[in-house]
């Protein structure tokens, strides 16, 4: 199976600070790679697909790029809901693998 | 809206079987696939099984393979996995999901999961 290895694993932020993470897969998957959102005791959300492309209803302060075996999610200007932990997942191979999460945190 | 509401986790003892269930709404439920994830705080979110929109395709994760059964009801809109030969490692909240594209939207299938159910947990303990 393709590992995902995010980085890094927890980072603290404030309110309007640009947020980066990054997802790093074993091998080559294209841009096949989604992003998830998950608050406490709730089911992820999925934010991206195709490594770029916002899903609908998701504020455009989320970015995601990279292409290959590096991603990055980007929150441009942090709000509060946005405190979550983030999972990348590759979709190249099947089954698709997650990264093991990246908590923002106040 | 689009809704997905799993039921059937608990505490069961290893080597017991449990059924879980997830009814599905807001959506053709025969256009598409569906998907079992499992979460834990060690070991983070883990594919389970899969099941295609028609339910003549079924796949399973190695460590599940053999003891779960993925299935589908288009008649009650459920999807259902059953698990037997519990073990410890088996503890996890579950999480049913569909497939982001319907069989016919000409979208790749079997890749992004969206929406999700709210989870159930099962527990497997002497």
């Known amino acids: 199976d393709i590992q995902m290895t995010q980085s890094p694993s927890s980072v603290s932020a404030s309110v309007g600070d640009r947020v980066s993470i990054t997802c790093r897969a074993s091998?080559?998957?294209?841009?096949?790679l989604a992003w998830y959102q998950q608050k406490p005791g709730k089911a992820p959300k999925l934010l991206i697909t195709a490594a770029s492309t916002l899903q609908s209803g998701v504020p455009s302060r989320f970015s995601g790029s990279g292409s290959g075996t590096f991603f990055s999610l980007t929150i441009s200007s942090l709000e509060p809901e946005d405190f979550a932990t983030y999972f990348c997942?590759?979709?190249?191979?099947?089954?698709?693998?997650f990264g093991q999460g990246t908590k923002v945190d106040i | 809206q689009e809704q997905l509401v799993e039921s059937g986790g608990g505490v069961v003892q290893p080597g017991k079987s449990l059924r879980l269930s997830c009814v599905a709404s807001?959506?053709?439920?025969?256009?598409?696939?569906l998907h079992w994830v499992r979460q834990t705080p060690g070991k983070g979110l883990e594919w389970v099984a899969s099941?295609?929109?028609?339910?003549?395709?079924?796949y399973y994760g190695d460590s599940v393979k053999g003891r779960f059964t993925i299935s589908r009801d288009s008649s009650q809109n459920t999807l259902s996995l059953q698990m037997h030969s519990l073990r410890a490692e088996d503890s996890a909240t579950y999480y049913c999901a569909r497939d982001r594209y319907d069989f016919w939207s000409g979208y790749p299938t079997f890749k992004w999961f969206d929406p999700w159910g709210q989870g159930t947990l099962v527990t497997v303990s002497s």
């Open positions: 099941i295609s929109h028609d339910g003549s395709k079924s």
């Open positions: 091998q080559d998957i294209s841009g096949w």
């Open positions: 997942q590759q979709a190249n191979s099947f089954p698709g693998t």
């Open positions: 807001g959506f053709t439920f025969s256009y598409y696939a």
